[in-house]
């Protein structure tokens, strides 16, 4: 209930300052989350809420409200495929086993977030997680401080940070022999 009544709070739109959150990156991706949440809608789906795209985004812009959606099967599309946009879908589960069971079996890995009071706890979920990285308490998301990339089908590598350039340097190995051959 509470992420739910935070939810519709949201707000979309142009860059300005009492917004949450911008738009996707083009048409396709706008296209792309609505075909996600019209699939979710046809298998019936509960949205328990939408935040809200400002009145004034231009209507060209790829704005897209987030959606909360709950009840959703583990083997519905929106589970198992990476939305990349405003879309979160709420899966019970009965115990901590039970959320990484979950977790682990899909074949992505990008990212993963766990929210607790409990940050030892949160710990040690966070390193049994298979993902690129684990968030504590807040959400997923790039930072130049930080190397960012995923495992499994969400790709390998990191970009971002002195690990991430290196994936840009070509490293020459030479070696020379005991025998100097």
Do not use: W
């Not at 917004?19 to 328990?48: C, E, H, M, S, Y």
């Not at 209507?59 to 959606?67: D, I, K, L, M, T």
């Amino acid at each position: 209930a509470r992420l739910g009544e935070a939810f519709s709070k949201l707000r979309v739109g142009p860059a300005i300052a009492d917004l949450n959150l911008g738009p996707l990156i083009r048409a396709t991706q706008k296209q792309r989350v609505q075909g996600f949440l019209a699939d979710a809608q046809a298998a019936g789906i509960a949205t328990v809420a939408q935040g809200v795209v400002v009145s004034d985004a231009p209507e060209s812009g790829f704005y897209q409200a987030p959606v909360l959606l709950r009840d959703v099967p583990v083997d519905h599309r929106v589970a198992q495929e990476e939305v990349f946009g405003p879309v979160v879908a709420i899966i019970a589960v009965q115990d901590d086993a039970g959320a990484i069971g979950l977790a682990n079996q899909s074949a992505y890995g990008l990212g993963a977030a766990v929210f607790t009071q409990d940050i030892e706890r949160a710990k040690r979920l966070a390193h049994q997680l298979e993902c690129g990285a684990c968030f504590i308490n807040d959400f997923v998301k790039s930072d130049p401080r930080l190397p960012f990339g995923g495992i499994k089908r969400s790709g390998y590598g990191r970009e971002m940070s002195a690990i991430g350039i290196r994936e840009f340097v070509n490293v020459k190995t030479i070696y020379v022999g005991a025998d100097g051959c």
